[in-house]
């Protein structure tokens, strides 16, 4: 099992950017695939970025929601057990909830429904 705890969320002006940052702790990070989850408030929880890894243990492949591509940045550091968004030219729509999720196996996948562990989210808030 794998805990996750997501930091780096505010409070930024439109055109800003913002890191999140997710620690990992518990399983070996490096096996995991680790996706990035957002809800705004009244809607349903979306997928935003995913990022998977090879055999090896390192990542291999990064997917992106068709609303955030050219935007954000999805990494992993796994010596550092920690997966990243970086998001750059924020715009009032990406205000949310973000939530870090992870799952074991190799596929680059965008369903919440194969990631069983997830953080508690960090707000994030663009104003205009």
């Known amino acids: 099992q794998v805990q996750l705890v997501e930091s780096g969320g505010g409070l930024v002006q439109a055109g800003g950017s913002l890191r999140l940052s997710c620690d990992a702790s518990?399983?070996?990070?490096?096996?995991?695939?680790m996706g990035w989850f957002r809800q705004a408030a009244g809607k349903e929880r979306e997928f935003v970025a995913a990022?998977?890894?090879?055999?090896?243990?390192?990542?291999?492949?990064?997917s992106y929601a068709d609303s955030v591509k050219g935007r954000f940045t999805i990494s992993r550091d796994n010596a550092k057990n920690t997966v990243y968004l970086q998001m750059n030219s924020l715009k009032p729509e990406d205000t949310a909830v973000y939530y870090c999720a992870a799952g074991a196996g190799l596929a680059l996948v965008t369903s919440q429904s194969q990631y069983p562990y997830w953080g508690q989210g960090t707000q994030v808030t663009v104003s205009s």
């Open positions: 990022i998977s890894r090879s055999a090896s243990g390192t990542y291999s492949g990064t």
């Open positions: 518990g399983r070996t990070f490096s096996s995991y695939r």
